[in-house]
């Protein structure tokens, strides 16, 4: 079936690194992918990965990936308060474009 | 911005009425998708357009329909309403057709109240 998971909340202090964790079930998922969400706002598209990498890194941002297991990790280097927010681990399903996503994960970064 | 225009941003309702929302997609995108963003149910797919045709269909109800125009704008109509359809509606556009991997860009939003 399909089927993301994520822990419902981290809180980190600025400066710290957050790392937030996926674990996904379809094995035919080409991208994987993290979205930002901030209260009242829509998501922002963070990053992404496509399954045959390992490792993607983007500035503050690495993702992590782990196929056979299937988990997907997101790493925020020196967390600041304005990255308070939920983070959406979602998985594409095959060739259809449709993504499927977590409960979202919500960071509490304390100053 | 993501450049996805989604209008109204609120819309507030009584039970039983029949409501549009609209989504103009990020210039140059073909496809559209329509999610659904409740407390009790996350983030769910609803429907995915691509350059004016119906390409997947996800937990949409029979109740709610949707198009997408030859200006690749696309409407959402929910009808019947009941109080368990208040969410917030989102609306994605993406380049590629569904096997090119190209990430979805969401707009902000349409908050549905219904009363």
């Known amino acids: 079936g399909e089927d993301v998971e994520q822990s419902l909340f981290l809180s980190v202090r600025e400066g710290d690194s957050s790392v937030i964790n996926c674990t996904y079930t379809?094995?035919?998922?080409?991208?994987l992918y993290w979205y930002k969400q901030e209260p009242g706002a829509g998501l922002q598209l963070l990053t992404y990965i496509f399954s045959n990498m390992d490792m993607k890194q983007d500035q503050r941002l690495t993702v992590l990936l782990n196929k056979k297991d299937k988990h997907l990790s997101l790493r925020i280097a020196d967390t600041q308060t304005g990255d308070s927010a939920i983070y959406f681990c979602?998985?594409?399903?095959?060739?259809?474009?449709?993504?499927?996503f977590g409960q979202g994960t919500t960071l509490q970064v304390k100053p | 911005d993501s450049g996805v225009t989604q209008t109204p941003k609120h819309l507030i309702t009584a039970t039983g009425q029949r409501v549009t929302l609209r989504c103009s997609p990020r210039?140059?995108?073909?496809?559209v998708y329509w999610y659904q963003q409740s407390l009790d149910q996350g983030l769910q797919f609803l429907i995915h357009y691509y350059n004016g045709e119906e390409r997947a269909k996800g937990n949409i109800l029979e109740r709610f329909s949707a198009q997408q125009f030859p200006d690749l704008h696309s409407e959402l109509n929910l009808s019947s309403l009941e109080l368990g359809d208040s969410a917030l509606y989102f609306c994605?556009?993406?380049?590629?057709?569904?096997?090119?991997?190209?990430?979805?860009?969401f707009g902000n939003g349409t908050r549905l109240t219904v009363t």
């Open positions: 994605a556009s993406s380049e590629d057709p569904p096997h090119g991997g190209s990430p979805l860009h």
């Open positions: 379809d094995s035919s998922s080409t991208y």
């Open positions: 979602a998985e594409s399903i095959g060739n259809t474009g449709k993504l499927i």
């Open positions: 210039s140059g995108d073909l496809s």
